[in-house]
């Protein structure tokens, strides 16, 4: 059977500070992509670098990091579909928990996401608890997290929706603090079988879950072996363009 290409998605949040400094990022991944296989890349850059990052690669693409639910009109501040698909863009990351934490409901994130697979984008649906504890209560929440951005979502348009399951308190710390491997596999078990509920065994098992929070180069390998997720959401090793390659070239071996 012919490997799946693994997903490797890099979310530069509100980074960097000038175009300059996004171009070489951008150029050095497209370097080292030519010499990769088996992996594709979303690099997701702030808005004002979208039109200008606009990639010409066969496995590197490009992704925005939010959408509003409207397609245009009067919503000072908000960036719409049409605006994301024109300058290039073929997937969102919705519903980050740092989008989250600014405020962003789950009713919110159910409209952006049907807005976006309803205009042919790719999904990246962020979920992830804030803390484990000892009675399982986390389950629920990434159960009630999955459902409620998934409500009415037509069950023909979950070809363009990837899972990101990101632990929030796995994000912005160092490696050893990541997840691991084996955790991850039962967390992406429980994820398709959520996604099995809701979009029937075939639909709900094909949907690729990655794993994001403090990946590196250290731990890319038993992450993504052990838990044998699809790919990786990677936020600070994907502004380091060489070892955001290496995490390429790591998964793409597996
Ligand atoms: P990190 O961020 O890789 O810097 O932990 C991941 C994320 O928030 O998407």
Known sequence: ??????????????????LDEARHIASVIRRGMKKVSNVNVIICPPFPFL????????????????VFWERAGSYTGEVGLPMLDDVGARSVIIGH????????TDEMINKKVKVALVGGMGVILCIGEKERDANGHFLATIKQ????????????????????????????????????????HEMNIYIKKIL??????????????LY?????????EDIVKNGRVDGLLVGRQSLKPA????????????
């Open 145 to 184: 997290q999955l459902v409620s951005a998934l409500l009415k979502v037509d069950k023909k348009n979950a070809s363009n929706l990837i899972v990101a399951y990101e632990p929030i308190w796995a994000i912005g710390k160092s490696d050893r603090e990541a997840m691991k491997g084996d955790s991850i």
């Open 51 to 66: 039109a200008v990052l606009r990639p010409k690669d066969k496995n590197v693409f490009l992704g925005a990091q939010d």
């Open 1 to 18: 059977m012919k490997k799946r290409k693994k997903l490797l998605v890099g979310n530069w949040k509100m980074n960097p500070e000038t």
């Open 97 to 104: 928990s740092e989008r989250r934490a600014q405020g962003e």
């Open 212 to 220: 994001g929070g403090s990946v590196t180069p250290a731990n890319a």
């Open 196 to 209: 099995s509920e809701i979009f029937g065994q075939d639909i709900g098992r094909a949907i690729p879950v």
């Open 243 to 254: 070892e955001f390659i290496d995490i390429a070239k790591i998964i793409g071996n597996i």
